[in-house]
C-alpha cells in the first residue's frame, strides 16, 4: 500500500479537463511544499510535470498544474489531448526526509 | 545529451548480490543529489536511497537498510547500488534519478530508462 492515496483511474475526453487528486497526511503533502506530480508511460522513466506544488519545468505545457489544500494535492490537465494518456504519481517531501509517493493513476483520454 | 543511463540487473537467487551502476552525461554530476527508485512490476514508485554531491550523506528506506549501499564516483560521473542479501521482495525495475537544484532530496527531474532486477529461485 502506498503512502500518498491516488485514485486509480481517471479518464477525461480530448479537450475536457481532467484533476487527479494525491491524498496524505500531517507528516508529508501537509507539511510540505514539496509535492511533484510524474507522468510515466509504459515502459518508460518517469517524467517531472509539476514540482514544489505548482510550478512546472520547462518544455512541460501550461494545460498541466498543481495546487495542495491541507492534505491534499490536485493535479488538472486541461485541454485534454491523446498524447497526455499515461499513469500519473505523485510524491511528497516527508518526516524523516523520507520521499513518499502515490500508486499511481492511470489517465485515459476517451 | 543529458542523460542517465543505469547496468547491472538480472536475476539473482535470494540471498545474492547484485552491484547497479548508472552512469551520468551531459551535466554536471558531482553537482546533484542522485536517488535510486524502484518500481516493483504493476506497483508504484518507492525511493530505495540517495547520497548528496559528495557522498557524505546518505538514506536508505528501512526496507533495505543494512542490506543495500549507495555510492557514487564523481570522477567517473557514476552512481552505485550495491545490494546484498537480497529478497524476492527486491523484485523490481531500479531507476536511477537526479535531483533538482532547489529541492535535491525530494525532487527528481532527470531519470534513467531502469535496470531490471529479478529475485527468484
Known amino acids: 500500500q502506498s503512502a500518498l492515496t491516488q485514485p486509480p483511474s481517471a479518464s477525461g475526453s480530448p479537450g475536457q479537463s481532467v484533476t487527479i487528486s494525491c491524498t496524505g497526511t500531517?507528516?508529508?503533502?501537509?507539511?510540505?511544499?514539496?509535492v511533484s506530480w510524474y507522468q510515466q508511460r509504459p515502459g518508460k522513466a518517469p517524467k517531472l510535470m509539476i514540482y514544489?506544488?505548482?510550478k512546472r519545468p520547462s518544455g512541460v505545457p501550461d494545460r498541466f498544474s498543481g495546487s495542495k489544500s491541507g492534505n491534499r494535492a490536485s493535479l488538472t490537465v486541461s485541454g485534454l489531448q491523446a498524447e497526455d494518456e499515461a499513469d500519473y504519481f505523485c510524491?511528497?517531501?516527508?518526516?524523516?526526509?523520507?520521499?513518499?509517493f502515490g500508486g499511481g493513476t492511470k489517465l485515459t483520454v476517451l | 545529451e543529458v542523460q542517465l543511463v543505469e547496468s547491472g540487473g538480472g536475476m539473482v537467487q535470494p540471498g545474492g548480490s547484485l552491484r547497479l551502476s548508472c552512469a551520468a552525461s551531459?551535466?554536471?554530476?558531482?553537482?546533484?543529489?542522485m536517488h535510486w527508485v524502484r518500481q516493483a512490476p504493476g506497483k508504484g514508485l518507492v525511493l530505495v536511497s540517495r547520497?548528496?554531491?559528495?557522498?557524505?550523506?546518505?538514506y536508505y528506506a528501512d526496507s533495505v537498510n543494512g542490506r543495500f549501499t549507495i555510492s557514487r564516483d564523481n570522477a567517473k560521473n557514476t552512481l552505485y547500488l550495491q545490494m546484498n542479501s537480497l529478497r524476492v521482495e527486491d523484485t523490481a525495475v531500479y531507476f536511477c534519478?537526479?535531483?533538482?537544484?532547489?529541492?535535491?532530496?525530494?525532487?527528481?527531474?532527470?531519470w534513467g530508462q531502469g535496470t531490471m532486477v529479478t529475485v527468484s529461485s
Open positions: 534519478a537526479r535531483g533538482t537544484i532547489t529541492a535535491p532530496r525530494s525532487t527528481f527531474d532527470l
Open positions: 551531459g551535466f554536471t554530476f558531482s553537482n546533484s543529489w
Open positions: 547520497i548528496s554531491t559528495d557522498g557524505s550523506i546518505t
Open positions: 500531517s507528516s508529508d503533502v501537509g507539511s510540505y511544499n514539496f
Open positions: 514544489e506544488v505548482s
Open positions: 510524491s511528497s517531501f516527508a518526516d524523516n526526509t523520507n520521499v513518499v
